[in-house]
């Protein structure tokens, strides 16, 4: 199997494809403004300059819940974004969303089995093209979710995988179990970044066991793989794994916490049920729910056909196939049947992952990207002509992203600087505490207060002043009542009199006619208010 070309010509076609689209994504990336969706301000941002500036045990809680976050991501991005005009650091921030192109024409030409060289390699580049145009990877280019960039541990696993088939399956043992063990560091790396990866990694694991190989082989190249992924996630996630088993003895805290029992979180799952489905029936057929009502599995709108088509061309198609083998009629084979056999198996598996554990439209990126290549090879398993498959998924592929419309999770204009927040002076910095309350999405802005200020956040969607059965709270009220100097509440302007009633719990009184505006280029002005104690802090 072969990534590029043979022939001279073609071959330099498609390194300039591979060049180039990385690049004009980004352009687009510019056009499409600059990203402010609210994970940003929550805390991609901050995440970043916290474990730059050796804030971990300073702050408590300034992003809420993903305080507790992997800042391994957020790290390339911040520093891009401080060290460049903001257009700079978006176009480089979007070339690499690109790189998700060149991997997919990469996987696309390894695997497709039509035409002469030149049809081949244009069938490649429209399926990478169309990798990056669906309703979510357009909408996330430019972002700071992450969900693609993740994807490029999860495609360069592909890519590694479909490029070595046939020594995987017939080579010499321990060069091929090198090349799984090779192909899980990367998608290991992707789930030590972000945690939810972990549905692509099992998928990529267990589709080994679907390889027209030995029955050892098979479970050989699967066990090689998941030791690969259990490095990568060592190396990318391992050190904040540690971090968070010795400050609360949960790896993955607060999740999972119903089995790590830290007494620093409640005796919860902390699982994002809001997106799941509302009953078994509506699990089982969920396509065609979220297609059509994409609220369900996202927080903005978005129309993408894609996982809808897969969902009732593959089942269809793979039972077709299996009547046309009784029948003695061969398949189309539009790709390469080993290559067709572990993409499809390896999304199939991801997908039920995901419809079991998340819900989470974004978590699905990575596979909407490959889907328009699954497409091709499920039309190629029908018992028909390969015209009549090629012509199908052609009608297919134009109608999915004919229909496409992308999400759009909040932009802005370019600013000169990605993030720019206006502080008024503050009268005793190196003595002053600022209390965070509300659940909106402020921390973004505490790069521009002094750095020798703390920050506590008293409310959030992980603990309120009256929290019952999470220990985290004996630590900020410790820290709050610990402090002999002066403090501020930061929230946003509508949140005030909310965060008043949250630091009134505290024996504090904010002084709601004692605020300052700070107005920020990302979203609502925030509130910075004064604040007094009433009695004795509570502990």
């Avoid at 921030?93 to 790189?99: F, P, Q, Y």
């Avoid at 972990?198 to 694991?205: M, P, T």
């Avoid at 259990?230 to 794994?241: H, I, K, Y």
């Avoid at 903005?300 to 089942?315: A, E, I, Q």
């Amino acid at each position: 199997m072969t990534l590029l070309p043979a022939a001279r010509r073609p071959r330099t076609a498609a390194l300039a494809m591979l060049l180039l689209a990385p690049p004009l994504y980004g352009l687009l990336g510019l056009a499409l403004g600059m990203d402010a969706n609210w994970d940003l301000r929550n805390y991609h941002w901050y995440n970043a300059y916290a474990l730059l500036t050796g804030r971990l045990g300073m702050d408590m809680l300034p992003a809420q819940m993903p305080s507790f976050y992997n800042p391994l991501l957020d790290v390339p991005f911040y520093l891009l974004a401080t060290h460049l005009p903001a257009r700079a650091a978006g176009f480089v921030w979007g070339t690499l969303h690109g790189v998700n192109l060149s991997l997919m024409l990469l996987l696309a030409h390894a695997t497709l089995r039509v035409g002469t060289p030149w049809q081949r390699l244009a069938l490649a580049g429209g399926l990478a093209a169309m990798a990056g145009f669906g309703g979510g990877t357009l909408g996330l280019l430019g972002t700071t979710f992450h969900d693609n960039m993740v994807s490029l541990g999860v495609l360069g696993a592909l890519v590694m995988v479909a490029g070595s088939l046939p020594r995987l399956i017939d080579g010499p043992a321990p060069g091929a179990l090198a090349r799984a063990a090779a192909a899980g560091l990367m998608a290991g790396a992707a789930m030590g970044t972000k945690n939810p990866t972990v549905i692509y990694a099992v998928g990529l694991c267990l589709a080994f066991l679907a390889l027209p190989a030995r029955p050892w082989r098979r479970l050989g190249l699967s066990v090689a793989f998941g030791v690969g992924v259990l490095g990568g996630l060592a190396l990318c996630g391992g050190f904040w794994m540690a971090h968070l088993w010795v400050e609360y003895g949960n790896p993955v805290f607060p999740h999972m916490n119903q089995i790590f029992k830290s007494p620093f979180a409640a005796l919860s799952g902390y699982v994002n049920v809001g997106f799941f489905p509302d009953s078994r029936l509506e699990r089982l057929f969920f396509p065609f729910v979220f297609t059509f009502a994409p609220l369900k599995v996202g927080e903005v709108p978005f129309f993408d056909l894609r996982v809808l088509v897969l969902f009732l061309l593959v089942p269809v198609a793979t039972a077709l196939a299996l009547l046309g083998r009784a029948f003695h009629r061969p398949p189309a084979e539009l790709t390469e049947k080993a290559a067709t056999r572990y993409l499809l198996t390896a999304m199939a598996v991801t997908y039920a992952l995901w419809v079991g554990m998340f819900c989470i439209y974004r978590y699905l990126v990575p596979l909407e990207m490959l889907a328009p290549l699954a497409i091709v090879m499920a039309a190629g398993l029908l018992p028909v002509p390969r015209r009549a498959a090629l012509l199908l998924a052609a009608a297919l592929l134009l109608l999915v992203q004919a229909t496409a419309r992308p999400a759009d999770w909040g932009r802005v204009p370019w600013s000169d600087r990605w993030v720019e927040a206006a502080v008024p002076p503050i009268e005793d910095p190196d003595g002053t505490m600022v209390l965070m309350a509300g659940y909106w999405a402020i921390s973004h802005v505490i790069p521009a207060f002094p750095p020798r200020i703390p920050f506590v956040r008293i409310q959030s969607n992980f603990l309120q002043p009256d929290s019952v059965g999470n220990g985290y709270l004996a630590l900020m009220q410790d820290k709050v009542a610990a402090h002999r100097g002066p403090f501020l509440m930061l929230s946003t302007i509508p949140d005030t009199p909310g965060a008043a009633k949250a630091a009134a719990l505290l024996g504090l009184r904010v002084e709601q006619d004692d605020c300052h505006v700070i107005p920020n280029n990302l979203g609502e002005p925030l509130n910075l208010c004064s604040v007094q104690r009433t009695e004795n802090l509570k502990r």
